[in-house]
């Protein structure tokens, strides 16, 4: 009943922009935290950034000064604004939101990723 669809990946060159988008749909009573991890090939996956339901943020050290997360409750979207891309940068990213029922109860949800290749 919760889809979670991302969008705005794509190739840029290095010093490029891009922003990505994840919109949340469904039966959803409220969202929590949101984030964007990613996942090069060989690496593990990591998180990139997240934010909280109060805007509350937190960032990786490599995404701090390039990158910002944001949401829109209203649209139930997280974006993630991509300044500065390195080719480091390139790799599958992936949002991921915890739901939570009338109860409170957390359930987490993953969007099928989007492909950000940064070109030197």
């Known amino acids: 009943q919760v889809q979670v669809v991302e969008s705005g990946g794509g190739l840029v060159q290095a010093g490029g922009s891009l922003r990505l988008s994840c919109a949340a749909s469904g039966r959803i009573f409220s969202i929590n935290v949101m984030g964007w991890y990613r996942q090069a090939p060989g690496k593990q996956r990591e998180l990139v950034a997240v934010v909280t339901s109060g805007g509350g943020t937190n960032y990786a050290d490599s995404a701090k000064g390039r990158f910002t997360i944001s949401r829109d409750n209203a649209k139930k979207t997280v974006y993630l604004q991509m300044n500065s891309l390195k080719p480091e940068d390139t790799a599958v990213y992936y949002c991921?939101?915890?739901?939570?029922?009338?109860?409170?109860?957390?359930?987490?949800?993953w969007g099928q990723g989007t492909q950000v290749t940064v070109s030197s």
């Open positions: 991921n939101v915890d739901l939570r029922n009338a109860l409170g109860y957390g359930l987490q949800y």
